[in-house]
Nanobody
Framework: QVQLVESGGGLVQAGGSLRLSCAASGSISSINTMGWYRQALGKQRELVAAIISGGITNYAQSVKGRFTISRDNAKNTVYLQMTSLKPEDTAVYYC?????????????WGQGTQVTVSS
């Protein structure tokens, strides 16, 4: 079994910063892509940023230049550094990992962490 556990969400004023972390544990051989998604109230879940094992990154246009995704492969952990936060960044942020285990390759999700940006 594989678990992804997020941490680092909270309440911050507009213009502030937060750092999210997501640690994967369990029967893991390797992790291909790790990513952060978010879902605001009444909206669909959307990709925020993703990073493959080699370090190539991809960002939603709305967060380019403000958010930075990184990962520590030795710790099976992905981070999302968020700066210049805006009220429209308010959402539940979910971690996702494409995990290779002894049973095959599956996508796993964390439980989500709330990020609230006040104006």
């Amino acid at each position: 079994q594989v678990q992804l556990v997020e941490s680092g969400g909270g309440l911050v004023q507009a213009g502030g910063s937060l750092r999210l972390s997501c640690a994967a544990s369990g029967s893991i051989s390797s992790i291909n892509t790790m990513g952060w998604y978010r879902q605001a109230l009444g909206k669909q879940r959307e990709l925020v940023a993703a990073i493959i094992s080699g370090g190539i990154t991809n960002y939603a246009q709305s967060v380019k230049g403000r958010f930075t995704i990184s990962r520590d492969n030795a710790k099976n952990t992905v981070y999302l550094q968020m700066t210049s936060l805006k009220p429209e960044d308010t959402a539940v942020y979910y971690c996702n990992g494409a995990v290779n285990s002894g049973l095959g390759r599956y996508d796993y999700w964390g439980q989500g962490t709330q990020v609230t940006v006040s104006s």
